[in-house]
């Protein structure tokens, strides 16, 4: 199946610092990818639908202004967390779907620690 | 209406069991149907996924049972093994956009 990767694959940092969290499509091109959060045994909540060439889709309650999302080409869409706290701390993990678009590939996730 | 409702939240059968986990939706927009499989520090994989014009799909030790009518479908991991211990989410999708909404998640354990 296709790889999805995500960079890193964990991340520390300060509170009020920004951090910046990559998720590629290795074998194909997504001109849509997802980027989600889980908190330690709870399911994965949709934050917002990365788009190529256009401004992504927050859900209902994502602060647009906290989670900024750029889909710079075809196969990288980054997600940065500004002015982490200690509440943003979290699993987050990226999809992508693939030529099908009804198969959606994870990435392995990256999991943020804000201190 | 976009819930899809799971259970049991966590299961513990013996090597060799049949674990079922079960989830139940309302919105009968969705249009396929897919298990993932969540190890701890993981992201999910795909294990296994139905249409709603089938009633089981088989792949390997894992089956899907489907029932349009209760809008119901559940999980059967034959022969369970410990290395099936894994969190395991059902979730569900419509044909625009691919979202994806997830169940709340099952955490299994096989013990020997």
């Known amino acids: 199946g296709a790889v999805v990767s995500q960079h890193p694959s964990w991340v520390i940092c300060k509170s009020g610092t920004s951090v910046k969290i990559e998720c590629r499509s290795l074998?194909?091109?997504?001109?849509?990818m997802f980027w989600y959060r889980q908190f330690p045994k709870q399911s994965l909540m949709l934050m917002a639908t990365?788009?190529?060439?256009?401004?992504?889709?927050?859900e209902q309650g994502v602060e647009k202004d906290k989670f900024l999302i750029n889909h710079a080409s075809l196969t990288l869409s980054t997600l940065t967390v500004t002015s982490a706290h200690p509440e943003d701390s979290s699993f987050y993990i990226c999809?992508?779907?693939?030529?099908?678009?009804?198969?959606?590939?994870f990435g392995p996730g990256t999991r943020l620690t804000v201190l | 209406q976009q819930q899809v409702k799971q259970s049991p939240q966590s299961l513990i059968v013996q090597k060799g069991g049949i674990p079922i986990i079960n989830c139940a939706y309302e919105n009968t927009a969705f249009d396929y149907f897919p298990w993932y499989q969540q190890f701890p520090g993981k992201g999910p994989a795909l294990l296994i996924a139905?249409?709603?014009?089938?009633s089981e799909k088989k792949e390997g030790r894992f089956t899907i049972s489907f029932n349009k009518s209760a809008k119901q479908f559940s999980l059967h991991i034959m022969d369970s093994q410990p290395g099936d211990s894994a969190t395991y989410f059902c979730?569900?999708?419509?044909?625009?956009?691919?979202?994806?909404?997830f169940g709340t998640g099952t955490q299994l354990k096989v013990e020997l």
């Open positions: 999809s992508a779907p693939g030529q099908g678009h009804n198969e959606q590939f």
């Open positions: 979730a569900a999708h419509t044909g625009g956009g691919n979202k994806l909404t």
């Open positions: 074998d194909f091109q997504a001109t849509t």
């Open positions: 990365s788009n190529e060439g256009s401004k992504a889709t927050y």
């Open positions: 139905i249409r709603p014009d089938v």
